[in-house]
């Protein structure tokens, strides 16, 4: 069965350090999210992308944030400099069409820890 | 007032036992209800996807949603210690947004 896959699993790294987060969807897929889920927290949504831009963002998707999709299959989460807050699990999402018609697929998500 | 409010639990239950697990909400636009199961330090996976009121079977699990009471359910039967997890509900609207709002999630333990 089609899953999303996320690499790393887990990330480490220094406050105010850049960090890349890869996203593979699944692959027939049109519309791409990110969300994260600070521990202890619900899932909040980041961002969704379509047709190589994007389509909505929160507030929490700030200037420190951005997205692409480099290649036919990638997606990814930059964070340009990181803060202790943005320690949090961060889960990419993928769906065939336009979310609500069509649920969303998360994958295992990354582990992001700022230190 | 929360967009989406679900009782955090945690819920602990005999095996065999009937789970219910509920979410309200207060925006009268959400059409679309999910509702996920996450095992601890993993990705939300579906269980059920519901368009508007309505009943919906799958095996085990049955979702109902009742929109005129902002109200939405999920009911578990015969659960096994397997069940064990935490259950998301998320909810979504037909204006055009992309995201999906999710509730805090309810633990829930089946004790063998």
Same mark, same amino acid.
């Given at each position: 069965?089609?899953?999303?896959?996320?690499?790393?699993?887990?990330?480490?790294?220094? %406050? /105010?350090?850049?960090?890349?987060? !890869?996203c593979v969807p699944i692959s027939n897929h049109l519309y791409f999210y990110w969300y994260r889920q600070i521990l202890g927290q619900k899932v909040e949504f980041l961002v969704s992308f379509y047709n190589n831009e994007i389509s909505e963002k929160s507030e929490i998707f700030d200037d420190q944030f951005s997205v692409e999709r480099p290649d036919g299959s990638n997606f990814t989460l930059k964070i340009r400099s990181t803060k202790l807050e943005d320690s949090a699990m961060y889960f990419c999402a993928s769906s065939p069409r336009l979310?609500?018609?069509?649920?969303?697929?998360?994958?295992? /998500?990354? !582990?992001l820890l700022v230190l | 007032q929360k967009e989406v409010e679900q009782d955090p639990g945690p819920l602990s239950v005999p095996e065999g036992a009937i789970?219910?697990?509920?979410?309200?909400?207060?925006?009268?636009?959400?059409?679309?209800? %999910?509702?996920?199961?996450?095992?601890? !330090?993993? /990705?939300?996976e579906l269980l059920m996807y519901t368009y508007s009121s309505g009943n919906?079977?799958? /095996? !085990?699990f049955t979702a109902q949603v009742d929109k005129s009471s902002k109200y939405i359910s999920l009911f578990i039967r015969d659960s096994q210690p397997s069940d064990s997890a935490t259950y998301l509900c998320a909810m979504s609207s037909t204006s055009g947004t992309y995201k999906y709002i999710f509730g805090t999630g309810t633990r829930l333990k089946v004790l063998a």
């Open positions: 069965e089609p899953e999303v896959t996320q690499t790393p699993s887990h990330q480490v790294t220094q %406050m /105010g350090q850049e960090v890349i987060l !890869r979310a609500g018609k069509e649920t969303q697929y998360f994958g295992p /998500g990354t !582990r | 789970v219910s697990l509920n979410c309200t909400y207060s925006n009268s636009a959400f059409q679309y209800f %999910m509702w996920y199961r996450q095992y601890s !330090r993993k /990705g939300p919906k079977e799958d /095996g !085990r």
